[in-house]
């Protein structure tokens, strides 16, 4: 087990689901209103469709939704947000992407370095640990009731590069490029998925122990309590015991 995904599946095991529920809000909004600046119609906008689906996977009201896409294209006064992304090393030898939208740079690059520094890791330059990773697609739907064959078909068809079985999830990798165009086709067949994006997939993992792992965690939920911050990618591997134990405690 490995990655973004595995730590996302224990946190929301964790509990916290109402506490995390503004901040998952906060930063869907603000992918909504940058999307929206190419072009506010979703139909003519892959990424903005992409931000509408995670949105009501979410369960986010339909006026807030539109709020949002009215601010990212005009109609709408609001924040102008940037992307940035930052990289850096974590705990037992660990490299981390993250990837925000900031209105403010000086603040989000204190806030994500605080994070680095306090949990035993330091943040590096641009491009320091990007080498490790791959930028790829990743489609995510449930695998409740859609059989792994028809889901490997129907990905296979679309272009997709790989799928995988996680948690009560079917996984769909896709080229970088080719995201929108897998996900359009998939919908096609299979209907909207939990979640499109892109994401930065490890070339090779680095396997942490428990204690690692219990600071990873708190760096991790350190960084995403930023609402500057969209994402968090690493390159760490756990056990099924260390990914229980975890579980357990958090």
């Given at each position: 087990?490995?990655?973004?995904?595995?730590?996302?599946?224990?946190?929301?095991?964790?509990?916290?689901?109402?506490?995390?529920?503004?901040?998952?809000?906060?930063k869907i909004i603000r992918e909504l209103t940058v999307a929206a600046r190419q072009?506010?119609?979703?139909?003519?906008?892959?990424?903005?469709?992409?931000?509408?689906?995670?949105?009501?996977?979410?369960?986010?009201?339909?006026?807030?939704?539109?709020?949002?896409?009215?601010?990212?294209?005009?109609?709408?006064?609001?924040?102008?947000?940037?992307?940035?992304?930052?990289?850096?090393?974590?705990?037992?030898?660990?490299?981390?992407?993250?990837?925000?939208?900031?209105?403010n740079r000086n603040r989000t690059g204190s806030d994500v370095?605080?994070?680095?520094?306090?949990?035993?890791?330091?943040?590096?330059?641009?491009?320091?640990?990007?080498?490790?990773?791959?930028?790829?697609?990743?489609?995510?739907?449930?695998?409740?009731?859609?059989?792994?064959?028809?889901?490997?078909?129907?990905?296979?068809?679309?272009?997709?590069?790989?799928?995988?079985?996680?948690?009560?999830?079917?996984?769909?990798?896709?080229?970088?490029?080719?995201?929108?165009?897998?996900?359009?086709?998939?919908?096609?067949?299979?209907?909207?998925?939990?979640?499109?994006?892109?994401?930065?997939?490890?070339?090779?993992?680095?396997?942490?122990?428990?204690?690692?792992?219990?600071?990873?965690?708190?760096?991790?939920?350190?960084?995403?309590?930023?609402?500057?911050?969209?994402?968090?990618?690493?390159?760490?591997?756990?056990?099924?015991?260390?990914?229980?134990?975890?579980?357990?405690?958090?």
């Amino acid at each position: 087990m490995a990655g973004h995904s595995q730590f996302k599946n224990i946190m929301h095991r964790k509990g916290a689901q109402d506490k995390k529920r503004a901040k998952v809000f906060t930063k869907i909004i603000r992918e909504l209103t940058v999307a929206a600046r190419q072009n506010p119609d979703p139909e003519a906008n892959p990424r903005l469709r992409a931000a509408v689906t995670s949105a009501k996977s979410a369960n986010m009201p339909k006026e807030t939704m539109e709020r949002a896409i009215k601010k990212g294209s005009g109609a709408e006064s609001g924040d102008n947000y940037e992307e940035v992304r930052y990289e850096g090393y974590g705990p037992g030898g660990t490299a981390f992407i993250v990837e925000a939208l900031t209105d403010n740079r000086n603040r989000t690059g204190s806030d994500v370095r605080a994070a680095f520094s306090k949990f035993g890791g330091n943040l590096g330059e641009t491009n320091c640990v990007a080498f490790m990773f791959s930028h790829i697609g990743e489609i995510r739907y449930s695998s409740d009731g859609v059989p792994q064959e028809k889901v490997f078909e129907a990905a296979l068809e679309a272009g997709g590069e790989d799928v995988r079985e996680e948690t009560n999830e079917h996984v769909i990798e896709t080229a970088f490029e080719q995201l929108y165009t897998v996900r359009d086709e998939l919908e096609k067949k299979l209907g909207l998925p939990q979640s499109s994006h892109h994401m930065w997939k490890p070339h090779t993992t680095v396997d942490v122990n428990h204690d690692t792992a219990v600071t990873l965690m708190k760096l991790i939920d350190a960084l995403e309590d930023s609402d500057d911050v969209q994402n968090v990618f690493g390159n760490y591997a756990l056990s099924e015991d260390v990914a229980k134990s975890l579980s357990e405690r958090f």
